[in-house]
T-cell receptor
Framework: GENVEQHPSTLSVQEGDSAVIKCTYS??????FPWYKQELGKRPQLIID?????GEKKDQRIAVTLNKTAKHFSLHITETQPEDSAVYFC??????????????FGKGTKLSVKP | EPEVTQTPSHQVTQMGQEVILRCVPI?????FYWYRQILGQKVEFLVS????????KSEIFDDQFSVERPDGSNFTLKIRSTKLEDSAMYFC???????????FGEGSRLTVL
């Protein structure tokens, strides 16, 4: 089955700096890679996702890149703000073509943005 | 905005007791899931449900677990005889189709004593 590794487990940056979180996956059949933000005691919320037919996707200060050959994908947050502080989870799964789309999550990265 | 809702938000139970966690997925969604998150750890897939049957389950989802969609709106997770290690936050999730965004509920925190 799919296995997702996520690094680093904790990341501390100064406000305004960039943050990068990296994930690798094992199943080459995976074709959907979402990123979730989870604030303390809250539900995971989707912040951006990418499908295997594109290499990069950007939404304002957040971008995700995907390297299918190397089976890794990364989250980039630019101009970080204190409200970006949370735990970020990457996930991988098959999003169509016979699978029901269940996701396998990484272990999470606790991002702290210092004012 | 439509939401996935879960009850109870927190349940405390004694080891060996049965627990039912309830979820109301977003009304037009067709795919339903249960995930769990042990405190401070990653979100783990338990089971997916589509067309009134389980479509996939993980190793965690053993014979002590079952899911049901008893009517057109509720989706329940039953743990037959709880163990200490079942203590976790249980998230229900739903999606419109197998290509759409997965929406999570607020979670039900289960504490087994």
């Amino acid at each position: 089955g799919e296995n997702v590794e996520q690094h680093p487990s904790t990341l501390s940056v100064q406000e305004g700096d960039s943050a990068v979180i990296k994930c690798t996956y094992s199943d080459s059949a995976s074709n959907y890679f979402p990123w979730y933000k989870q604030e303390l005691g809250k539900r995971p919320q989707l912040i951006i996702d990418i499908r295997s037919n594109v290499g990069e996707k950007k939404d304002q200060r957040i971008a995700v890149t995907l390297n299918k050959t190397a089976k890794h994908f990364s989250l980039h947050i630019t101009e970080t703000q204190p409200e970006d502080s949370a735990v970020y989870f990457c996930a991988a799964g098959m999003n169509y073509g016979g699978s029901q789309g269940n996701l396998i999550f990484g272990k999470g990265t606790k991002l702290s943005v210092k004012p | 905005e439509p939401e996935v809702t879960q009850t109870p938000s927190h349940q405390v139970t004694q080891m060996g007791q049965e627990v039912i966690l309830r979820c109301v997925p977003i009304s037009n969604h067709l795919y339903f899931y249960w995930y769990r998150q042990i405190l401070g750890q990653k979100v783990e897939f338990l089971v997916s449900f589509y067309n009134n049957e389980i479509s996939e389950k993980s190793e965690i989802f053993d014979d002590q677990f079952s899911v049901e969609r008893p009517d057109g709106s509720n989706f329940t997770l039953k743990i037959r005889s709880t163990k200490l290690e079942d203590s976790a936050m249980y998230f229900c999730a739903s999606r419109l189709d197998d290509t759409g965004e997965l929406f999570f509920g607020e979670g039900s925190r289960l504490t087994v004593l």
